[in-house]
């Protein structure tokens, strides 16, 4: 029997109570903030893995987690998105001249995505066709992408003063952005023949 509060929702709380961590502790001026937010923001994820993980195992799987468990990932992952836009004019990358407009640009991508897809599926679960829209392999790989890309950028500085990573991170969103495309793409075309079907007027 499902139950109203268990270890797997209480991860996926700390996921969301992790989000005004990360802005508080990023925007601190002190040299040690940035790293520390990227690994507040990289263990709230790894919590995503685990909740799931969990709610299957241990059969703890409730409506409410399946609705708290996306907000909380793409709470987490837009207000990440924003703090890296802020900070963004305050770094430079050689190679991507006026990489801050390339981030803006991969930042609309990602959330207007979640905005598409969201809508979608509630429709779709309205009409009891939620199934046409189930997470793909290509958004399971966007989502690693994200939150690996987005980790690293929080994390600013270069890791060991060697490892590039906010670089690192800039490519990784910038490939993230690319499957948000495709993956949203993947979506819209297992739905288009729903979507287009004539309204049943009974």
Request: net charge positive.
């Amino acid at each position: 029997m499902p139950q109203k509060f268990n270890i797997a929702l209480f991860l996926t709380w700390i996921r969301i109570a992790a989000i005004p961590m990360v802005v508080i502790v990023f925007m601190l001026p002190a040299y040690w903030a940035k790293p520390t937010a990227a690994v507040i923001f990289t263990v709230a994820g790894l919590t995503d893995w685990l909740d799931g993980y969990l709610a299957r195992r241990l059969n703890l799987t409730s409506r409410f987690g399946a609705f708290l468990d996306p907000v909380a990932d793409k709470l987490m992952v837009t207000t990440a998105l924003v703090l890296i836009l802020w900070a963004a004019p305050n770094h430079k990358l050689l190679l991507v001249p006026h990489h801050d407009m390339v981030l803006a640009v991969c930042a609309a991508i990602i959330i207007g995505r979640e905005i598409v897809i969201s809508a979608l599926r509630e429709w779709m679960a309205e009409i009891g066709a939620r199934s046409t829209v189930a997470v793909t392999g290509i958004a399971k790989m966007k989502t690693i992408f994200q939150l690996v890309g987005v980790g690293a950028m929080l994390f600013t500085y270069p890791i060991f003063g060697i490892l590039p990573a906010y670089g690192i991170g800039f490519a990784l969103v910038v490939a993230a952005s690319v499957l948000t495309v495709w993956s949203m793409y993947v979506y819209l075309k297992a739905a288009w023949p729903t979507l287009m079907a004539p309204e049943d007027p009974s």
